[in-house]
């Protein structure tokens, strides 16, 4: 969790395409459930990439590197 300006709690996740840190409260890339687990992502080119092959993003198969 990190916290931002103002004492302001922030809470993230992992692209599961980048590996960056992104907003879970507003993704830059939106988000996409995937067999019921909430993903979030830094754009909307990671989430399309997710979306088209989310096993391999999922298993380390892929990662596209930032």
Not at 7 to 22: E, H, L, S
Not at 24 to 31: A, E, L, Q, R
Not at 55 to 66: D, I, P, Q, T, V
Request: net charge negative.
């Amino acid at each position: 969790m990190k916290i931002p300006l103002f004492g302001k709690k922030t809470q993230t996740a992992v692209d599961p395409v980048c590996g960056m840190d992104v907003d879970m409260v507003d993704p830059s890339g939106g988000t996409w459930d995937h067999e019921g687990h909430p993903y979030y992502f830094c754009g909307p080119g990671c989430n399309r990439a997710f979306q088209k092959e989310p096993e391999a993003y999922l298993s380390g198969e892929k990662k596209m590197e930032m």
